[in-house]
């Protein structure tokens, strides 16, 4: 079993950056590949990006590449998110979630623990 919790959401301005966390619990974290989803109003939850177990391996979404990055701390159980650039349109509650597939996962059926969600609203 996993336990996720993410922290770092916010209200910012275009433009402007933000880094996510995610605080994994479990002494076989360093194994898990992570992910990030978000899912804004009305719409379904979308991925963002994944990285492998070691760190790695990175995949990401088109909307995002560029300006996202993905990384893991796999001593401190903590998997980030830098966001630069930010866009109104990257306003979401953003979701940590965690496989047992050391591999990058870029769908959201792949990972079976998720915590519970951090917003971020960008404003114009």
């Known amino acids: 079993q996993v336990q996720l919790v993410e922290s770092g959401g916010g209200l910012v301005q275009a433009g402007d950056s933000l880094r996510l966390s995610c605080a994994a619990s479990?002494?076989?974290?360093?194994?898990?590949?992570m992910g990030w989803f978000r899912q804004a109003p009305g719409k379904e939850r979308e991925f963002v990006a994944t990285i492998g177990w070691s760190g790695g391996s990175t995949y990401y979404a088109d909307s995002v590449r560029g300006r996202f990055t993905i990384s893991r701390d796999n001593a401190k159980n903590t998997v980030y998110l830098q966001m630069n650039s930010l866009k109104p349109e990257d306003t979401a509650v953003y979701y940590c979630?965690?496989?047992?597939?050391?591999?990058?996962?870029?769908?959201?059926?792949?990972?079976?623990?998720w915590g519970r969600g951090t917003q971020v609203t960008v404003s114009s």
């Open positions: 979630a965690a496989t047992m597939l050391r591999t990058t996962v870029a769908v959201a059926g792949g990972y079976p623990y």
């Open positions: 479990g002494r076989t974290f360093s194994t898990y590949a």
